[in-house]
């Protein structure tokens, strides 16, 4: 199969995605593409019912050693083929995937969850009145000011790790999340992976010099600490690797679910109305703002460890493979209308958490705390607009994650609009 050149990091690609995707969707559903300035061809799968296959193939492996060169460039591991994330349930395959499942999922419960909520809501409350205030100077950048310590401050104290430190942890995160593709931007993701490394290691020290009268006051981290001791069902990379994988994925992926819905009903405002009167579709709302702008555009990589079909494409042994969740989930075969954003579709079978063994463990907490933040921003701020022309607004380059770098808005709580 002849490849095609696409560059995946292009201003078009990053700022809207979509004409391309769909363009790639009418010709096939499997494409071998080049990318300028990417380390070696790579398989992407656009439409939904092929990246749910690829989703769920066993045959795909997300071990860096089988594609060491686009681990590379996605800042999964650093020139030396280590993990700047840390061995972790995204980058391993069964039976170690299995294992460190079965030891995180039971914080994920949905008793669990239902007991953070009293907890989401006060911190949704408090950085609501932070916005209110904020507005006294223009519009607010929503994004800064809510959506982003909202989830950072839940999995931190989840987890904990003192949410003081979010303002490290969002240097550290945004460079090991930025696109490894210039020399520039390899080194930062190095530095941060080394950096929130050394953090951790810091937090899991105090934890054990505490010993278990700590244990109510580091959460997670209190659970999972003794784990890679004696018990030794978790060595010290992979308690590492699976501190970062939560403090990423528990809050980037909510931060742009909460953003992103926001923009996706500020520009929609026939389907704003709609949620507005019938309150009772916020769940469903939820789930079209996961379909419409995935949080998560890309899977990360996979390797193939045997030769596959998939609709009639042959990838060879050893091949690159992207699920392109952005594209699936806009797949006019699957979904009537795509580009359209309708809050009371139904049957959306969205693929924004995944789909087979590597299924999103904290789906369900992204769900609560999405409804939270929605329902009471639109509540406490009942004239929410936009602070900037839409065509202004700015997305931030990644290869997997999809979030706007800033959403700035007026609360409508003030007169001054400067």
């Not at 292009?10 to 380390?39: C, F, K, W």
């Not at 909520?117 to 100077?137: C, F, N, V, W, Y």
């Not at 952005?326 to 797949?331: E, H, I, L, V």
Request: glycine content about 8%; some cysteine.
């Amino acid at each position: 199969m002849t490849a095609i050149s696409l560059d995946l990091w292009s201003p078009e690609m990053i700022n809207n995605p979509h004409p391309q995707y769909a363009r790639l969707r009418r010709d096939a559903t499997v494409h071998r593409v080049r990318p300028p300035g990417g380390p070696e061809d790579v398989f992407l799968v656009t439409g939904h019912a092929q990246v749910k296959a690829a989703l769920g193939d066993a045959r795909l492996s997300k071990a860096p050693r089988n594609f060491p060169q686009w681990a590379h460039a996605a800042g999964i591991v650093n020139e030396n083929g280590e993990a700047g994330t840390g061995a972790n349930m995204l980058t391993s395959d069964p039976p170690d995937h299995t294992r460190l499942r079965s030891i995180v999922s039971k914080e994920f419960t949905r008793r669990r969850i239902d007991a953070l909520k009293p907890r989401i809501q006060a911190l949704t409350d408090s950085l609501l009145d932070d916005m209110a205030a904020a507005e006294e100077s223009g519009p607010v950048d929503m994004i800064e000011i809510f959506a982003y310590p909202l989830p950072l401050t839940v999995i931190c104290e989840l987890i904990g790790v003192p949410s003081s430190d979010r303002g490290d942890f969002r240097r550290w995160i945004t460079a090991l999340m930025t696109p490894a593709i210039s020399a520039a931007t390899r080194d930062d993701a190095e530095s941060g992976g080394l950096a929130i490394r050394a953090y951790l290691a810091e937090q899991i020290a105090a934890v054990r010099s505490a010993g278990p009268s700590g244990k109510e006051q580091r959460g997670l981290l209190s659970q999972l600490v003794p784990a890679a001791g004696d018990e030794g069902q978790l060595t010290e990379t992979e308690l590492i690797g699976t501190m970062i994988q939560l403090l990423v994925a528990g809050h980037e992926t909510t931060t742009n679910l909460i953003a992103n819905g926001t923009l996706a009903l500020l520009t929609n405002p026939d389907q704003l109305a709609a949620l507005r009167k019938s309150p009772e579709l916020l769940p469903s709302a939820i789930e079209e703002m996961l379909r419409f702008t995935s949080p998560v555009d890309r899977s990360t990589p996979r390797a193939a460890t045997e030769e596959i079909v998939l609709d009639g494409v042959v990838i060879p042994a050893g091949s690159v493979v992207m699920a392109v969740i952005g594209s699936a989930n806009r797949d006019e075969v699957q979904f009537a209308d795509g580009d359209e954003f309708d809050i009371s579709r139904s049957g959306n079978s969205h693929l924004s958490f995944g789909h087979g063994i590597h299924f999103c463990v904290g789906a369900g907490l992204a769900r609560v705390e999405g409804e939270i933040a929605i329902r009471s921003l639109f509540d406490r701020f009942p004239d929410l607009t936009l602070g900037c022309p839409e065509n202004e607004l700015r997305w931030r380059p990644g290869l997997v994650l999809r979030g706007l770098t800033a959403l700035p808005v007026h609360t409508g709580t003030t007169t001054d609009r400067s």
